[in-house]
Structure formats: structure tokens, C-alpha cells
């Protein structure tokens, strides 16, 4: 076994769920009743330039609970999961060689399934190779691209859903890269935590509960400073592909401190893309875990 790799029988409690469906909170109320550690497994809650447009813990929360890998990366570092994962592996083998619990909260399924099933050795794609599959996406259109790629890699061309652009491109990229599907490359995977070290869980409130929940959180986004945060990303001249600058938020409010759009059209925007990204990630929990309790 891998000196990262916790021991069977640890106490890890995997938290999933959609955006301000209450996890952080409900981590929160396991932590004080167990004594866990909390570990985030949120893909923006990494970032410390986004504090409020993440709805990260507050300090008081986090005074509450040990929490850990949250505001652990600056805006101009991508992370990836595989980072994340490389991160999150030691903490959890120091947690299991002290007998400690940990209860690891967030809505970044990938994260999740690199726990659960693996993360394939993918070679880096050259950067001309995915300008290609780029090109030959926008020269072909998605029907014509899509038969490219299932000469390919026939699976990940029935998988991907109609519209990802990202998804096709890197599967068509990886395929004429490596001379290999990035199927077989993901089929062929090792789960990070040992069957049997983990429990599944994830909090599924009621879809309109849900999006009213998204729309007082942007609210109170905005109360908390989020334009304070978007206005100082903004002036770091950031590369706009960077993570930290895709979250739900920024483009919105960006617009609104360049004069393009009024506050409240900011608002409205913010509220409609977080009630979208609350929907994805509920449709993913729902299809890649349904055997994990509900909440």
C-alpha cells in the first residue's frame, strides 16, 4: 500500500452536493459531534481570492472544526484534480495513522471520483495537438466532429453530452496524441481510498428549495463584498481560462464593474448561472452516485 494511501478501515466520510445545499454546515455539526476534520473537496473553495463568491467557511466556522485545503491556492495557480488529489492523499494517511476521522465536503464530483475509482496516467496533451482538435471542432461542426471521434474513441463519443465542446476536443485530442481512447486510458484506473475506508453521502434538497437557496446566497454574496472580490481579481490582469476566473460570478460581475450591465442585471445573471451549476451537479450526483445515502 502507498505510504498516501489511508488504511482500510479509517473513518472518511465523503459529503457531497450541489452549491448552497447546506453541506458545509452539515460537515460543520459532524465535525463537532466526531471530532472530525473537515477537507475540502470543492474545486473553487481552494482558491483564497474567493472566499465570498464560494461561500467558503467564515473564519468563525472554521475556528469551530479543523478545517484543512481550503483557500490553499492563489488564483493565478491552476489546480487540477490530479493536484488536488496529490494534496488531499497525505492528509488523509496522517488522519488514519492517528485514527482521526475525516469527513471530506464539496460539489466537485471529479474530485470524488478520483477517491472512489481513480485517476487515469493520462500523458500532457501538446498545446498545438488541442489547438487542433479545436480547429477541426469549430471548422466541422459538432455532428462532423463527432464522427471523427467516434472512428477513435466510439465510447467517449456516446458519453459526452451534446454541446461539450472541452469534453470532445480532449477526447479527440488524447486519442491522436497517445494513439490510444481516452476510454481505455480512464478504464484503466486504481481508486485512491481503500473499498471499505469510505462512506458515501450527499445532501439532495428539493430542486425548488434548492434554487431559492441560490438566489438569497448571491444575495448575500453581494452584502459580504463579492464586488470587492471580482474588482481585485479583475485588477490583477488574471489569464481569463484560469479556474479561479470561471466561477459562478466573476464574468457576472466583471461585466457590472466595466459598466456594462446594471447591479441588478449582475445579480440576476449570477443567480441564473448558479441555479444552472446547482442543477449539474445534482444531475451528476444523481447518475454517478446512486448508491450514496440521501440527505
Known amino acids: ?126 498545446v498545438e495537438v488541442r489547438s487542433a482538435a479545436g480547429e477541426a471542432f469549430d471548422a466541422e461542426g459538432e455532428p462532423g466532429f463527432r464522427r471523427a471521434l467516434a472512428e477513435v474513441d466510439p465510447a467517449a463519443e456516446a458519453r459526452i453530452e451534446t454541446g461539450d465542446r472541452q469534453r470532445l476536443t480532449r477526447a479527440w485530442a488524447v486519442a491522436r496524441h497517445t494513439g490510444r481512447a481516452l476510454s481505455d486510458w480512464t478504464a484503466d484506473t486504481t481508486p485512491l481510498l481503500a473499498p471499505g475506508s469510505w462512506t458515501g453521502m450527499v445532501v439532495e434538497p428539493e430542486r425548488g428549495t434548492l434554487y431559492a437557496n441560490c438566489d438569497r446566497r448571491v444575495s448575500q454574496m453581494v452584502e459580504a463584498g463579492a464586488l470587492d472580490e471580482v474588482r481585485a481579481l479583475v485588477a490583477r490582469g488574471l489569464d481569463p481560462a484560469l479556474p479561479a476566473m470561471k466561477a459562478v460570478g466573476v464574468r457576472e460581475f466583471a461585466a457590472h464593474l466595466a459598466g456594462k450591465t446594471t447591479i441588478d442585471a449582475a445579480v440576476e445573471a449570477t443567480r441564473q448561472a448558479t441555479r444552472n451549476y446547482a442543477k449539474r451537479q445534482l444531475t451528476w450526483f444523481r447518475n454517478q452516485t446512486p448508491g450514496w445515502a440521501r440527505v
Not at 471530532?35 to 467564515?58: E, F, H, W
Request: charged share 15%; glycine share 10%.
Open 1 to 126: 500500500m502507498s505510504p498516501d494511501r489511508p488504511a482500510s478501515g479509517a473513518l472518511i466520510t465523503l459529503l457531497a452536493g450541489p452549491t448552497a445545499s447546506g453541506k458545509s454546515q452539515r460537515a460543520l455539526e459532524m465535525a463537532q459531534r466526531t471530532g472530525a476534520v473537515i477537507i475540502n473537496a470543492d474545486s473553487q473553495q481552494l482558491y483564497a481570492d474567493l472566499r465570498v463568491l464560494s461561500a467558503r467557511p467564515s473564519p468563525g466556522e472554521e475556528a469551530q472544526a479543523d478545517h484543512r485545503l481550503y483557500g490553499a491556492a492563489d488564483a493565478a495557480d491552476a489546480w487540477s484534480v490530479g493536484r488536488w488529489s496529490r494534496a488531499v492523499m497525505p492528509v488523509l494517511a496522517e488522519l488514519a495513522a492517528e485514527g482521526q476521522p475525516a469527513v471530506l465536503v464539496g460539489g466537485t464530483g471529479l474530485y470524488f471520483t478520483a477517491l472512489i475509482i481513480g485517476l487515469a496516467d493520462i500523458p500532457d496533451v501538446p
